[in-house]
């Protein structure tokens, strides 16, 4: 057992492991950020079978993938179907209400399985209402165990440096979600983004130049509010610039 700034919470964590373990192991849902890290260490340390799965957007950040493949080789990158931005110009930009993206490329892993997720009580109170043990809404056969739902931020971060653990260089540079890039629940964060990769940026906007004339072709008067791919882009990444963070955004599996 670690020492008492956990109290019993690892011992408690590594018990829930070995006690729903099912026989092919866990599906481990793997994102790269704290949390995940967190339970692929405790996973290890329970010696419970499991595969990790990181389910790749395409717009991650490079430090990220650069982060997980190194420290994490063993990971599995699940590839989606197409690129992101590929999917932005067929079906339209994502808004905070009206949010496509997370159902296809970050929740559709993990059928017939038991998956391990780092949703915690502490991260809002959406997730204050979670249990530890759950069914998926939308596969009867796929079911959650949240095996650090009652761990605060500092359990983590305690947990991180008592197992000397390589994190993300991103948190040390001030950012509290390593999600994907312009995510519409990211606040202003989502122009610090911008400017850090102006290459995804690029890339952003040629996606909305593709969409708005794809959407000008069809006739489509909400078009009429923009002049060009890249001003719909500018209204996009300004959209809901002052709202705060939504932390809910976050973790695959929502």
Not at 201 to 211: D, H, P, Q, R, Y
Request: aromatic share 14%; with cysteine.
């Amino acid at each position: 057992m670690l020492n008492n700034l956990f109290g019993n919470k690892v011992d408690t964590a590594i018990e829930r492991l070995k006690e729903f373990e099912p026989e092919e192991g866990y599906y481990l849902a793997f994102s790269g950020g704290k949390d995940s890290i967190v339970i692929k260490k405790l996973a290890e340390m329970a010696k419970v079978k499991h595969d990790s799965h990181y389910s790749v957007t395409t717009i991650d950040p490079p430090d990220l993938v650069y982060y997980i493949r190194k420290y994490y080789p063993d990971v599995i990158f699940d590839q989606p179907e197409k690129p992101f931005l590929t999917k932005l110009v067929e079906k339209g930009f994502p808004l905070r209400q009206a949010r496509w993206c997370c159902e296809l490329y970050k929740e559709n892993g993990g059928i017939d399985r038991t998956v391990l997720t780092g949703i915690r009580w502490a991260e809002s109170s959406k997730r204050r209402k979670r249990r530890m043990v759950e069914s998926c809404y939308k596969h009867s056969n796929k079911k959650y165990l949240n095996v650090i739902i009652d761990w605060e931020d500092a359990d983590v971060w305690e947990f991180i440096r008592q197992e000397k653990m390589p994190y993300c260089k991103l948190y040390d540079e001030g950012w509290k979600r390593i999600g994907c890039l312009l995510c519409p629940m990211a606040g202003k964060h989502r122009q610090v983004e911008a400017d850090r990769y102006p290459n995804y940026t690029k890339a952003f906007i040629n996606a909305f130049e593709k969409l708005y004339e794809k959407r000008k072709a069809k006739g489509n008067p909400s078009i009429n509010r923009w002049k060009n791919g890249k001003e719909m882009f500018e209204w996009w990444l300004s959209e809901h610039r002052e709202e705060k963070k939504n932390p809910d955004q976050l973790v695959i599996f929502e």
